[in-house]
């Protein structure tokens, strides 16, 4: 997703946060429009579970909705929505585990299954029974190594890998050291590794290297 | 790779030198903290070069680098496969605008509202902030003990006789009285002196004879003087009558 090019009616985002710092809510509802699939993605990786990321996404949007006269225009509105949205990504409720399998259209909300949608993406792929099953299974471990992971390592890694953050804007945000986030991704990185169990039937190093010279 | 002739950068990737240095210069331990960096973007242009040709001299790092790629390739692939759809999408951002209509902070004013208006960062300096308070203190204590101003409001109920002072002329009687001592054994003999029969009061004569058995009787009657004018006091009713 372009962040930002889902703006509508040729309002630039300038005006649309003077006026919804002035209160008005439809302009901060095309800056939500812009930037919420972007953040409930992000929320999607992080909880794994529909209704926990709806919740999450949704939650980071009134709090910055409530703090938009707080924005002064110092940085970007999308950095800006981040730090709320990495607050409200530690500050969530804790405890709740990891679910492969979320309520789908039955309760009338039109969420959606991470399995059944990796089905759908991999029918799409034209692939032979096998190679689905190993990529289905391949995606499975890649939701059990999530779980695996603390909040913060989670979100730390979702910076860096999804939202292309630096260590030190990683940091900033989380307001710990760049040491710490160094080692946090790594071990996260180890994490997944391990839970992948990926060893084999990798491409050849010379091959990757080709591919990035 | 766009570097410059005899740069270090160079000179490590060099064909003539590379094995040599290499061998020469490599940490796998440092190395492989590199390497973190690498898959995740961090270096760049003659560093990458650099490291890339490390990481090709050494198979265990090699190794390692493959695996985190492919870790990190294999998530990518399995966030890509459960994003949702665009059915999935359009709901969502319908919800996500009602939602935040119906959080207008125009529709209500909530406790966060309450509290971030407490926490607001207006900075004042101490002491001026000291003396607004206490100003503010002293005006409420002030207003608080001030004796409030006693109002009568006369009250009037209707149909109830009205009280009010009226100024009449009030005539002064003066009273006088004597007394007049009788000689009981000179009933026989006429008193003196002898009253004018025109100064005589009829009235008192009567008296005189009833009290004496009928008999007239002198009396000393020396220095008596009657009223010259006669007043008569009306007494009216509230009934109109005369008495």
């Known amino acids: 997703l372009i962040a930002g090019a889902r703006l509508v009616l040729n309002i630039s985002e300038d005006e649309l946060i003077k006026r919804a710092k002035g209160g008005d809510a439809e302009a901060f509802c095309q800056l939500a429009t812009a930037y919420g699939r972007r953040v409930h993605l992000l929320a999607l990786h992080f909880c794994r579970d529909a209704h926990d990321a709806e919740d999450l996404s949704q939650e980071v949007w009134l709090k910055a909705f409530r703090a938009i006269h707080t924005f002064r225009g110092e940085s970007s509105f999308y950095t800006w929505l981040r730090r709320v949205l990495v607050n409200t990504f530690l500050n969530h409720r804790r405890g709740h585990r990891l679910r492969l399998v979320v309520p789908s259209q039955a309760d009338g909300n039109n969420g959606f299954d991470a399995l059944e949608m990796a089905d759908r993406f991999l029918a799409s792929k034209k692939s032979d029974l096998e190679q689905m099953t190993d990529a289905k299974l391949m995606m499975e471990r890649v939701m059990n190594a999530l779980q695996e992971l603390t909040p913060q390592q989670r979100l730390m890694f979702l910076l860096k890998h999804r939202e292309g953050l630096t260590y030190v804007e990683i940091a900033d945000a989380i307001g710990c050291s760049i040491g710490t986030v160094k080692k946090s991704i790594f071990r996260t990185l180890l994490k997944l590794r391990t839970g992948l169990g990926i060893e084999a039937e990798q491409p050849s190093l010379e091959a990757r290297v080709a591919g990035e010279k | ?243």
């Open chain 2, 1 to 243: 790779l766009g570097l410059k002739p005899n740069s270090r950068a160079w000179k490590l990737v060099s064909p003539e030198k590379s094995k040599v240095n290499l061998r020469r210069l490599h940490s796998c331990r440092r190395t492989r903290d590199s390497i973190l960096d690498l898959v995740l973007g961090e270096k760049e242009g003659a560093a990458r070069a650099a490291l890339l040709s490390q990481i090709e001299a050494c198979p265990g790092c090699s190794e390692h680098y493959r695996s985190l790629s492919g870790t990190l390739s294999n998530f990518d692939d399995a966030i890509a496969a459960t994003s949702p759809d665009e059915d999935y999408w359009q709901a969502f951002d319908t919800r996500l605008q009602n939602r935040i209509v119906a959080a207008s902070p125009s529709r209500k004013l909530n406790v966060a509202d309450i509290k971030r208006a407490l926490r607001s960062k207006v900075r004042i300096p101490v002491p001026l902030a000291a003396g607004l308070t206490i100003t503010f203190m002293a005006a409420i204590i002030g207003l608080a003990t001030r004796p409030r101003p006693v109002k009568i409001v006369e009250i009037r109920v209707p149909g109830e006789p009205t009280e009010r002072i009226v100024e009449v002329p009030v005539i002064q009687e003066k009273v006088v009285t004597r007394k007049v001592f009788v000689e009981k054994k000179a009933t026989e003999t006429v008193a003196t002196p002898v009253v004018p029969a025109a100064d005589r009061n009829p009235r008192m004569m009567v008296a005189s004879a009833a009290e004496n058995g009928g008999s007239i009787t002198r009396a000393n009657l020396e220095g008596f003087q009657p009223a010259n004018d006669m007043r008569i006091r009306v007494i009216r009713r509230n009934d109109g009558g005369e008495k």
